[in-house]
């Protein structure tokens, strides 16, 4: 039965996710909100619901080590597996900006979010306060410094000229499919944990967060498909440092995230950053400055290790 709960759970969640996207996006256009606010901001956060519903369900529930690790492995998940997956359908040639620009902020929110989560094994109110002032920043710093690099175009693929009702309709029935899902995961989720013997943790960084990145695969899949390379890496970098930021923040504000696992410091997080840095080399390595084949399948054989060692 707990299988069932946690396969139903992630079903409601791809669900609530795909709905609450289309009708988020919707909604921003029908406000006149430019498409590059749009791009940069409510396509990363819409396609993060899932990691901050199950997040603070998880805190609010009294179960911390999922709260934590869903974030910490959907991050991984993002960058190992699911740019891994892109990168084989189709190598994607990325500008001078990635490694200038995304992947340094990347790398300096990464490194923010493991000294908090470590410096005292608590995530408070104050951590949260600080996380979300750095989110603005981020925020302020993409609508100052590179509000030209997302074109009109590279959100068609999302939108359609939607009623207000429909919209609402959406917006709705996401969000209620996204709790309903969250609270069968995680409950499903502990059970199951208790019942053969493992940690909370490791059913968080691997079951739960790869259903919470899903949106995300489904998302980059669709922009390839329409030829939109550049939003696919771009939704997956801004998903995770809104994951670190906004999902985390928020979530201990809420409720403060105590007594944690010490695995997420001595193993889980090293992993995070590790292949968040590879990405560079990855990309250096090819002559053309390119994400191909080759690094795609060294990203899924790392995730799986990852997964493997777990277990």
């Given at each position: 039965?707990?299988?069932?709960?946690?396969?139903?759970?992630?079903?409601?969640?791809?669900?609530?996710?795909?709905?609450?996207?289309?009708?988020?996006?919707?909604?921003?256009?029908?406000?006149?909100?430019?498409k590059f606010?749009?791009?940069?901001?409510?396509?990363?956060?819409?396609?993060?619901?899932?990691?901050?519903?199950?997040?603070?369900?998880?805190?609010?529930?009294?179960?911390?080590?999922?709260?934590?690790?869903?974030?910490?492995?959907?991050?991984?998940?993002?960058?190992?597996?699911?740019?891994?997956?892109?990168?084989?359908?189709?190598?994607?040639?990325?500008?001078?900006?990635?490694?200038?620009?995304?992947?340094?902020?990347?790398?300096?929110?990464?490194?923010?979010?493991?000294?908090?989560?470590?410096?005292?094994?608590?995530?408070?109110?104050?951590?949260?306060?600080?996380?979300?002032?750095?989110?603005?920043?981020?925020?302020?710093?993409?609508?100052?410094?590179?509000?030209?690099?997302?074109?009109?175009?590279?959100?068609?693929?999302?939108?359609?000229?939607?009623?207000?009702?429909?919209?609402?309709?959406?917006?709705?029935?996401?969000?209620?499919?996204?709790?309903?899902?969250?609270?069968?995961?995680?409950?499903?989720?502990?059970?199951?944990?208790?019942?053969?013997?493992?940690s909370e943790?490791?059913?968080?960084?691997?079951?739960?967060?790869?259903?919470?990145?899903?949106?995300?695969?489904?998302?980059?899949?669709?922009?390839?498909?329409?030829?939109?390379?550049?939003?696919?890496?771009?939704?997956?970098?801004?998903?995770?440092?809104?994951?670190?930021?906004?999902?985390?923040?928020?979530?201990?504000?809420?409720?403060?995230?105590?007594?944690?696992?010490?695995?997420?410091?001595?193993?889980d997080l090293?992993?995070?950053?590790?292949?968040?840095?590879?990405?560079?080399?990855?990309?250096?390595?090819?002559?053309?400055?390119?994400?191909?084949?080759?690094?795609?399948?060294?990203?899924?054989?790392?995730?799986?290790?990852?997964?493997?060692?777990?277990?």
């Amino acid at each position: 039965m707990d299988f069932i709960a946690i396969f139903i759970g992630l079903v409601l969640l791809i669900k609530g996710g795909e709905l609450l996207f289309d009708g988020s996006i919707a909604f921003s256009l029908k406000l006149n909100i430019p498409k590059f606010i749009v791009g940069m901001t409510v396509v990363s956060i819409a396609t993060s619901a899932p990691e901050f519903i199950v997040s603070i369900q998880a805190a609010l529930m009294g179960y911390p080590d999922l709260a934590l690790g869903n974030v910490i492995g959907s991050n991984l998940a993002n960058i190992a597996l699911v740019l891994g997956i892109i990168i084989i359908i189709t190598p994607i040639k990325v500008d001078k900006l990635f490694y200038k620009n995304d992947w340094p902020v990347m790398m300096i929110v990464t490194s923010i979010f493991i000294f908090l989560v470590s410096k005292d094994n608590y995530l408070g109110k104050t951590d949260g306060i600080i996380l979300l002032l750095f989110l603005a920043f981020y925020f302020s710093y993409l609508f100052v410094f590179q509000r030209n690099r997302i074109d009109d175009s590279e959100i068609n693929s999302f939108t359609t000229n939607f009623p207000f009702f429909k919209i609402l309709s959406l917006m709705f029935f996401g969000s209620f499919f996204l709790w309903l899902g969250s609270e069968v995961l995680i409950k499903g989720a502990v059970n199951l944990a208790s019942q053969i013997g493992i940690s909370e943790r490791i059913i968080s960084v691997s079951v739960i967060a790869f259903g919470t990145s899903i949106p995300e695969l489904s998302t980059s899949i669709i922009a390839i498909i329409n030829k939109e390379k550049g939003i696919s890496i771009g939704n997956l970098i801004g998903s995770n440092i809104i994951d670190m930021l906004g999902v985390i923040g928020i979530t201990v504000i809420l409720a403060p995230i105590t007594n944690l696992d010490q695995e997420f410091i001595n193993n889980d997080l090293i992993w995070m950053i590790s292949v968040a840095f590879i990405l560079l080399p990855l990309l250096f390595l090819n002559k053309k400055l390119e994400f191909g084949r080759i690094e795609g399948i060294i990203l899924i054989v790392v995730y799986v290790v990852f997964i493997s060692k777990l277990f």
